[in-house]
């Protein structure tokens, strides 16, 4: 498939990229701009991991058969625009859900229990000069959980709180059938409901800039607030006024290659869990993720079957 040209990110894991290079006649999409007319239109598939595609870059690609995204979101995919076009876009749901929920337990009991705070005590030697670590402010128990986004991965974080015994609600564009916890209507119901929020809310029109200020003053001078899901549901500069309150959420942050808030200073608290996009594991014995390994299947059986536009 050497003969195969295509557009690769040059953001994800190296170890997809270099199955991708290997296979395909493959150049880098940062520089699609510089490409003659006869390049682009040789173009027949994009593997992108949160580039920024749409109409503008489709245009430059009169034989574009694919873009397949190395990951389970495409907001930053205009898939109307290459539908329209005849142009498959593809993603990985489901391969992580279980990697994300175990995932943002951890980071909340990071936060609760400060678990990072004190594994710092305990290396810097305090716990020899100075005793034992002081009595934490929280505990998970008596708290009361909300999820923003009861998908796949909100109920698969919901089935894991369920072994701690704190009681579950959630709010969703929709009742989901079959979930017995508690539906609130509105995302301000849930917050005023609960004491801990999650999102895992997709980034969509509905879900933009959902998680504001008055969003995150209803959980309370104890609450917390953890975020897995786009950053693009969330006012990110109302998360920074609260988090400059004497009393404010605990914030707990999972941060992408293109999350601004990873240099903010607020961060430096150590009562601010946070980690970068880690929910991949090596699993495949090419050394790339699950999510690489689904892309890279799909990628080639696009390209190896007939034209998209058939």
């Keep these: 498939m050497k003969d195969t040209p295509i557009l690769v990110s040059d953001r994800g894991h190296q170890p997809t990229r270099d199955r991708i290079v290997a296979l395909f006649d493959a150049s880098s999409l940062s520089g ?27 245009d430059l690609l009169p034989n574009l058969e694919i873009v397949s995204s190395f990951g ?9 625009a290459a539908a329209n076009r005849g142009i498959v876009v593809t993603n990985t749901p489901g391969v992580l859900d279980d990697e994300v929920a175990d995932t943002t337990i951890g980071l909340l009991l990071n936060t609760i229990r400060e678990l990072p705070k004190a594994e710092t005590y305990l290396r810097e030697g305090k716990w020899i000069t100075e005793g ?17 986004g009861m998908g ?52 969509t029109p509905q879900t933009q800039k959902a998680v504001n200020i008055d969003i ?16 693009a549901t969330l006012v990110e500069e109302d998360l920074v006024t609260a988090l400059q309150r004497e ?18 200073p607020c961060w430096q608290r150590q009562t601010r869990a946070a980690a970068p996009y880690c929910f991949g594991f090596k699993t495949h014995p090419y050394g790339d993720g699950p999510t690489g ?18």
């Design 32 to 58: 699609l701009q510089t490409m003659t007319a006869e390049q682009r239109a040789r173009i027949r598939a994009i593997a992108c991991l949160f580039d920024p595609l749409g109409t503008a870059q489709f």
């Design 72 to 80: 389970v979101g495409y907001d930053h995919i205009e898939a109307v």
């Design 132 to 148: 034992s670590y002081p009595l934490t402010n929280l505990t998970l128990r008596n708290r009361k959980v909300g999820i923003f």
């Design 152 to 203: 796949r991965i909100g109920r698969a974080i919901a089935r894991r709180l369920e072994g701690f015994g704190v009681p579950i609600a959630y709010h969703n564009r929709s009742v989901v059938p079959g979930c017995g916890y508690k539906y609130c209507r509105s995302l301000l119901e849930l917050a005023h409901h609960v004491d801990t929020l999650i999102n895992v809310a997709p980034a």
């Design 216 to 231: 995150l003053s209803a959980l309370g001078p104890d609450g917390v607030f953890v975020n897995v899901g786009r950053g």
């Design 247 to 264: 009393q404010s959420p605990q914030p707990v942050w999972m941060f992408t290659q293109t999350s601004p808030m990873s240099r903010h």
């Design 293 to 310: 390994h689904r892309q890279f299947g799909l990628l080639v059986q696009q390209t190896r079957g007939t034209d998209a536009r058939a």
